[in-house]
């Protein structure tokens, strides 16, 4: 398996003074917490430091395209005509810029397994297994994401409906950059066995509802509160028990 990378520190200025976000001197009280999912409102570079190791980063971080501008120009459209009622998503400039390299070799540096969608977007090492999702769309937006990895086994595919309005059993949508559960799920489940995720840019917080759903403990960090309370309402419903059965292996 491939080893984890040294967790570098901050880049500094000449005097010393670190350019990333400074360390909390401890965790702040959770956002959100029960049985399997904690989630923290903050900032992942200050964070990250005080947690513990994982078995697994199921991560989807900012691609640096400016997919909020893109969604908030285009939301509830396709070809300029409504499809539906539009939902609007905030232009906050959260994807003007990929994360700094060091926070993404933090996050790698304390998780054993890796997933990271958009890794496309990333200088990361060369992997053997990336996860491929075919969205089934038509249009603009691009016909599938990729997922980096370091799993050793080959790469694998899953087809999901995600077009606009048009989405696999008409799961809601609550972020610009969400993606599906299934595809979520799948991607955990195709980790192994692992039973503790982070997930430091949990957005509407899908990672944890999937790691819920497969009987897994995850810690979330989200820094927009917002999304905080809706992935806390996401993750107070209830949740299938997928954990019961066994389906990682499916390659579709």
């Not at 003007?96 to 993404?104: G, I, L, P």
């Not at 606009?164 to 979520?184: S, Y």
């Not at 503790?196 to 509160?225: C, F, M, Q, Y």
């Not at 917002?226 to 954990?243: F, G, N, T």
């Amino acid at each position: 398996m491939t080893a984890r990378p040294t967790a570098p520190n901050p880049p500094q200025t000449a005097a010393g003074q670190s350019l990333g976000a400074m360390p909390c001197s401890w965790l702040p009280e959770p956002f959100y917490r029960d049985e399997y999912v904690t989630i923290y409102h903050g900032d992942c570079r200050q964070i990250m430091p005080l947690l513990g190791s994982f078995d697994l980063l199921m991560a989807d971080p900012p691609y640096g395209i400016g997919a909020d501008k893109a969604m908030h120009k285009a939301g509830g459209t396709q070809y300029g005509k409504a499809l539906a009622a539009k939902r609007e998503y905030a232009e906050t400039n959260w994807d003007a810029e990929t994360v700094d390299s060091w926070v993404m070799h933090l996050a790698r540096s304390i998780c054993a397994k890796q997933i990271i969608f958009g890794g496309n977007y990333y200088e990361l090492p060369p992997a053997k297994c990336w996860l491929l999702w075919d969205k089934e769309v038509n249009g603009e937006f691009a016909d599938a994401e990729m997922a980096w990895t370091n799993l050793q086994k080959p790469v694998r595919l899953r087809r999901h409906m995600w077009n606009g309005m048009l989405r696999k059993g008409g799961e809601e949508r609550h972020h610009p950059t969400q993606k599906p559960l299934e595809v979520i799920q799948w991607a955990i489940q195709h980790a192994g066995d692992v039973e503790t995720i982070l997930d430091p840019w949990a957005g509407s917080g899908t990672t944890g509802h999937a790691a819920k759903n497969l009987g897994k403990r995850a810690v979330l960090i989200e820094r927009e509160e917002r999304y905080c309370e809706i992935a806390a309402a996401r993750l107070a419903q209830d949740v299938l028990p997928l954990h019961t059965t066994n389906s990682g292996n499916s390659s579709t």
